[in-house]
């Protein structure tokens, strides 16, 4: 019997610490779980607190709110709301399609008050009026190009259903995986 000897060269083990870049890939790592976070939060929240977010796809409001914008809005009773304020509401003409625009004036009619919006960009005021009546979207912030962002994981996580969310999450995770990989 013979004993083979197998000469196998010796991996090189890792540095065992180097700081800088693991306080570099530490604080990625922070700064992308906050806008996930963030993301989440935007998507997410209405269901869970007071307020609701929508995103604006049109020029109408520029250059107050951009397009791209996200408006943030809160529920505000209809006899608190004044001349002035930028409103999210229901298109008359249009169910299912949401406006933000500003209370260009307050006008009485057979029914109660009504408001009459403008986009600060148009030249004049909207060729419909909105009720004054029960509780409506008071704008409260306004954050330029997080909308489309916002927009598309709304449609993930109700149009294609949580399936969609989930291939995100899934990607998101391998992608940190691979980035955590270090080279030989």
Request: aromatic share 8%; proline share 8%; hydrophobic share 50%.
């Amino acid at each position: 019997m013979s004993a083979a000897v197998l000469d196998v060269s010796v991996a090189k083990p890792a540095p065992a610490f180097r700081p800088a870049p693991a306080a570099a890939r530490l604080m990625l790592k922070a700064s992308l779980g906050l806008v996930v976070l963030g993301l989440l939060t935007l998507v997410v929240g209405p269901w869970l607190y007071p307020f609701q977010s929508f995103y604006v796809r049109s020029g109408s409001m520029s250059p107050t709110i951009p397009v791209g914008s996200l408006v943030i809005a809160s529920r505000a009773p209809a006899d608190r709301l004044h001349v002035g304020d930028v409103i999210v509401f229901e298109r008359p003409d249009q169910p299912g399609t949401m406006v933000v625009h500003r209370i260009d004036a307050v006008v009485p009619t057979p029914t109660g008050r009504a408001f009459i919006t403008k986009g600060d960009a148009n030249s004049s005021p909207d060729g419909w009026q909105v009720a004054a009546t029960g509780e409506g979207w008071r704008a409260v912030y306004s954050l330029s190009r997080v909308g489309f962002t916002v927009g598309w994981l709304h449609a993930a996580l109700t149009r294609r259903g949580w399936l969609g969310g989930f291939a995100v999450v899934v990607a998101v995770c391998a992608l940190i995986s691979i980035w955590q990989c270090e080279e030989p």
